[in-house]
C-alpha cells in the first residue's frame, strides 16, 4: 500500500521552458502538506527537459520522471503518467497550466469526507498569465453537488443543461485504474465519467481548483489543445454524451422507450448546437471561413437560424467563403502562380480579400493580357465574372478545371 496521498500528473513534449515554470510553482508557490509526488511522463522530447527535471529533483520535488523512446500521441502520454502514478488521488496538470491551491486542497478534504466519490471535477479559470487576471469560469456550478452511484440521468441532466464539461477533475486510483482507457469516437471526458459514475459517486464542486492558462507570458501565440478540440470536436461530444447514455442503459438505469430515445436525441442535438457555435466564432477568428460556411449549414439544418453565432456572420459569410473558395482552388492546384481576373469592377479589392483569405504570397493577380505565351497560360488559373466569357479562355488553351467562374462558386456557398 502506497503512503502516497497525491499524484500530480503532467505529460510533456519539447516545452521545456513551459514545463520548468509549472514546477517552479511548487517551489515558490503552492503550499502542499499533504504527501504528494509529480509524475511526468515525457514523449520523446528532443529539448532540455530532463535537465529540467533533474534540475528541481535536485531542489527536493518529488518527481518520478519517465520518458518514451518515440511520440504516440497526447492522450497515451497523459495514461502513461496516471499509469505510473502511486498516489491515493490522481490529478492531471498541464505543463503551462496552474492549481488554485484553496480550491484544491478543500477537493481533497471533500474527497476525504464522502469515501463513496471516485471522481470530483470543478470548473476552471481561463487565465491571462500576462494581465495576470482571469476571464471567468468554463462552465459553472451553483453548489457543490453529489449523483449517487450509477444515477446516470441525473448527471445527464447536469451536463446537458450546465453544458459541464467533465475535464478537470481528481480520481481516485482505486476507480481510475479501470475507468481511464483509450476512447476515440466517443470524446474521453464523457465516456470515462459514465465509467466512474459506473463505480461510485461523483461529484461537481462550485470553487475551481484548477487556471487553464490562455495568454502566456512565455510565447505570444499560445495554442492550447482545449481550444483545438471544441473547434473540431462536436460528433465526437455527440459520441460521448451517446456513449454515457448507452452504459446507464447496459445498468439498467437508463430507459429505453421511443419516447425517451426522442428526448436523449433533442438534448443532445441542443448541446452539440451549441458547440457548434463556439466553433464558428472560432474559425472566423481564425478566418477559415470555408469550415465556418459548413458548421454554419449544419447549425441552420438543425434549426438555428436565430441563433447569435448565425445571426452574426450570415450577412458576411457567403463572400467571404466564396473567396476563399477560390484562393483554395489556386492554391491547391501544382504549378499555378498567376490568377487572372476578368470582368472584375475592382481587381484591387478582390485581390486584397483573396490575400486576406489565404491565397498564396507567390502567387501573381493580374488583369487579361490577350498576348500571353502558351507557357504563361499553362501556369494560369482564371476568374471570370461572368460565365458568357469562359469559352473565349479555353479557345486560348487554359485548362478547362482552372476557368472558374462567378456561378462556379456561388453554386458551393448557398446562404
Not at 19 to 39: G, N, P, Q, R, W
Not at 64 to 77: A, D, I, Q, S, V
Not at 78 to 92: D, M, Q, T, V
Not at 195 to 207: C, N, R, T
Request: net charge neutral; hydrophobic share 45%; charged share 25%.
Amino acid at each position: 500500500m502506497s503512503d502516497v496521498k497525491l499524484s500530480i500528473c503532467i505529460p510533456t513534449f519539447n516545452r521545456a521552458t513551459f514545463l520548468a515554470k509549472a514546477l517552479s510553482y511548487f517551489t515558490e508557490v503552492y503550499k502542499i502538506s499533504l504527501t504528494y509526488e509529480i509524475v511526468i511522463s515525457d514523449n520523446a522530447s528532443s529539448d532540455n527537459t530532463r535537465e529540467v527535471v533533474e534540475n528541481y529533483i535536485g531542489r527536493g520535488l518529488p518527481i518520478r520522471y519517465f520518458r518514451r523512446e518515440e511520440n504516440l500521441g497526447y492522450e497515451p502520454n497523459l495514461a502513461s503518467a496516471f499509469r505510473h502514478a502511486r498516489g491515493e488521488y490522481n490529478i492531471y496538470l498541464a505543463d503551462d497550466d496552474i492549481l488554485v491551491m484553496d480550491g484544491f486542497i478543500e477537493a481533497i478534504r471533500y474527497m476525504d469526507q464522502n469515501p463513496d466519490v471516485v471522481a470530483c471535477y470543478a470548473p476552471w479559470y481561463l487565465y491571462n498569465e500576462r494581465l495576470n487576471v482571469d476571464k471567468g469560469t468554463f462552465y459553472q456550478v451553483d453548489k457543490n453537488v453529489k449523483f449517487k452511484h450509477r444515477d446516470f440521468m441525473s448527471v445527464f441532466n447536469f451536463l446537458i443543461n450546465k453544458h459541464a464539461f467533465p475535464e478537470v477533475g481528481i480520481y481516485r486510483a482505486t476507480a481510475l485504474r479501470s475507468a481511464w482507457v483509450p476512447r476515440y469516437f466517443a470524446y474521453w471526458a464523457f465516456s470515462h465519467l459514465a465509467h466512474y459514475l459506473d463505480i461510485g459517486a461523483v461529484a461537481f464542486l462550485k470553487k475551481p481548483f484548477y487556471r487553464a492558462v490562455v495568454v502566456s507570458k512565455i510565447v505570444r501565440e499560445h495554442t492550447q489543445a482545449g481550444n483545438d478540440e471544441v473547434m473540431t470536436a462536436w460528433d465526437r461530444y455527440r459520441g460521448g454524451l451517446e456513449y454515457f447514455l448507452y452504459v446507464g442503459a447496459k445498468r439498467g438505469v437508463v430507459e429505453q422507450t421511443a419516447q425517451r430515445r426522442a428526448f436523449y436525441d433533442e438534448a443532445i442535438k441542443q448541446f452539440t448546437m451549441s458547440r457548434m457555435g463556439v466553433a464558428v466564432r472560432f474559425w472566423v477568428a481564425k478566418k477559415d471561413y470555408v469550415r465556418a460556411y459548413e458548421l454554419y449549414t449544419r447549425m441552420l439544418w438543425g434549426g438555428q437560424q436565430k441563433h447569435p453565432d448565425v445571426t452574426r456572420i450570415k450577412e458576411t459569410l457567403k463572400v467571404t467563403a466564396a473567396i476563399q473558395t477560390l484562393a483554395w482552388i489556386v492554391n491547391s492546384s501544382a504549378e499555378i502562380d498567376r490568377l487572372v481576373l476578368d470582368g472584375v469592377a475592382d481587381h484591387a479589392a478582390l485581390e486584397e480579400l483573396l490575400r486576406k483569405t489565404g491565397l498564396r504570397d507567390d502567387v501573381v493577380v493580374v488583369r487579361d493580357e490577350a498576348d500571353q505565351s502558351a507557357e504563361v497560360i499553362q501556369r494560369s488559373a482564371v476568374f471570370v465574372s461572368d460565365a458568357a466569357h469562359r469559352d473565349a479562355f479555353l479557345a486560348r488553351g487554359f485548362s478547362p478545371n482552372l476557368v472558374i467562374t462567378d456561378a462556379d462558386i456561388s453554386r458551393t456557398i448557398l446562404t
